[in-house]
């Protein structure tokens, strides 16, 4: 399963729901909401309230990545706000393996994320327990950066230890996702893709399309 997954924090506040609609319409199936506290990450970026508010017009998967120390506070708010998978970063977990049981406890799907420098090996260990891995692939916090090569690496050993035990496990990016990168990350065994200035940048309908048609395209030579 091969996903677009646009991030809001590159969309236009002020036509916020107007450009969720025109996602829908363009079939996207997936949304990538990052929560920021500008404590585990510099910026600050938003929390429930825009959650909850969107929730009420749009009935794609909330895929909220929670960039925020000691992230297991928030959970049950989060998913009563309507979201539907919860990310959380390895590095900002006392107990990464009991925050991953309140996701599950609470009914929603769990993914895991890395920062650039942490090795796929701090998490290896949890991919049985988990439905997504997020390697971040810039530095979390801002938006616009550009891909960094040395996680094209992390991706394929990610990929193949998925393979190798068998497992049903989902690999997210995010940051730096183009034209280019988007086929160097698909190659290499992603399959979700988090965009944000590459969807948002400019007229927002003809960008999705020309993605997906990119993203169908890089599929079928993959399969």
């Avoid at 959650?51 to 017009?57: A, G, H, L, T, V």
């Avoid at 049981?101 to 929603?108: L, N, T």
Wanted: glycine fraction near 6%; proline fraction near 4%; hydrophobic fraction near 40%.
């Amino acid at each position: 399963m091969y996903q677009l997954c646009p991030s809001i924090l590159s969309a236009d506040f002020n036509r916020l729901g107007e450009q969720i609609q025109i996602l829908e319409k363009q079939g996207v199936k997936w949304l990538h909401i990052d929560v920021m506290d500008g404590d585990f990450v510099p910026s600050i970026s938003f929390g429930m309230p825009v959650i909850k508010s969107i929730r009420k017009e749009s009935k794609m998967f909330f895929d909220v990545h929670l960039m925020v120390t000691e992230p297991e506070r928030y959970i049950q708010d989060f998913v009563n706000c309507g979201a539907d998978s919860i990310t959380v970063h390895a590095e900002a977990c006392e107990d990464l393996e009991r925050t991953i049981e309140r996701i599950k406890d609470a009914g929603v799907k769990v993914g895991v994320s890395i920062k650039p420098a942490t090795p796929v090996n701090d998490i290896s260990h949890l991919l049985e327990d988990v439905d997504m891995v997020l390697i971040m692939t810039v530095q979390p916090g801002f938006g616009g950066q550009k891909y960094l090569p040395e996680c094209t690496e992390k991706i394929v050993e990610l990929k193949e230890l998925i393979d190798r035990e068998e497992l049903d496990v989902d690999i997210q990016v995010d940051g730096g996702i183009n034209d280019e990168t988007m086929e160097t990350v698909m190659k290499a065994g992603a399959n979700l893709l988090v965009a944000g200035s590459y969807v948002f940048s400019g007229d927002l309908e003809t960008n999705v399309y020309s993605i997906q048609k990119k993203m169908d395209k890089i599929k079928s030579e993959i399969d």
